[in-house]
């Protein structure tokens, strides 16, 4: 139930496309679903999260698109350009509750734009 | 704003060696944490420090692995012996507020210290 389903697990866009990954969780506690970005040789870093009381949230060429009673949510990428090729994670965790609000991971999906 | 530090960025040792992780997380965050990334896997939590104290640290392998963190600020995770499973990036973050605050899940990452154990 701890588990968050990421997929696919590589992805080729050409530039100027629509990139789009998609995860899936079990564990309805979960209220914060971030999306982090990781380039090779560096820590994750936050690209943009969502909170169940919204359906979708927009930053800049980015967008999470939250599904509750389907229990997914996915981020999509506009104007996809090369220097966005890295590698993408969804993660899920718990804010309330006092219990840990450690993030889990998905398996992260290799997006690689092409010129 | 400085981010958080870690070191050394890369260790390369043989099984059965110990060796020691750094990290000193972004000045007045309270919440600590360390997660191992294994090659091709997202990172999974090792242990989560609030403060000086461990709020979660249950899949954190004992028998080898301890961390701390005291007065608070900076922190290191120790692995002994080392297994050749081990090898994988460490990677430290941590956050602003405590985590029993709504909106206390934005977790900010180090570079990560890649091990190697041969």
């Known amino acids: 139930q701890q588990q968050v389903k990421q997929s696919p697990q590589s992805l080729i866009v050409q530039k100027g496309g629509i990139s789009i990954i998609n995860c899936a969780y079990e564990?309805?506690?979960?209220?914060?679903f971030p999306w982090y970005q990781q380039f090779p040789g560096k820590g994750p870093a936050l690209l943009i999260a969502?909170?169940?009381?919204?359906s979708e949230k927009k930053e800049g060429r980015f967008t999470i698109s939250f599904n509750k009673s389907a229990k997914q949510f996915s981020l999509h990428i506009m104007d996809s350009q090369p220097g966005d090729s890295a590698t993408y994670f969804c993660?899920?965790?718990?804010?309330?509750?006092?219990?840990?609000?450690?993030?889990?991971f998905g398996t992260g999906t290799l997006l690689a734009v092409q010129p | 704003e400085a981010g958080v530090a870690q070191s050394p960025r890369y260790k390369i040792i043989e099984k059965r060696q110990s060796v020691a992780f750094w990290c000193n997380p972004i000045?007045?965050?309270?919440?600590l944490y360390w997660y191992q990334q294994i090659l091709g896997q997202g990172p999974k939590l090792l242990i989560q420090?609030?403060?000086?104290?461990?709020?979660?640290d249950s899949q954190l392998p004992k028998d080898r692995f301890s961390a701390e963190r005291l007065k608070g600020v900076d922190s290191t995770l120790k692995i002994q012996p080392a297994k050749l499973e081990d090898s994988a990036v460490y990677l430290c973050?941590?956050?602003?507020?405590?985590?029993?605050?709504?909106?206390?899940?934005?977790?900010?990452f180090g570079p990560g210290t890649r091990l190697t154990v041969l």
């Open positions: 973050a941590s956050s602003p507020v405590g985590m029993w605050l709504a909106g206390a899940n934005e977790q900010f």
């Open positions: 564990n309805t506690a979960f209220d914060y």
């Open positions: 969502i909170r169940p009381d919204v």
């Open positions: 993660a899920a965790s718990r804010s309330y509750g006092g219990a840990t609000n450690k993030l889990i």
């Open positions: 000045s007045g965050h309270a919440t």
């Open positions: 420090f609030q403060n000086n104290g461990v709020v979660d």
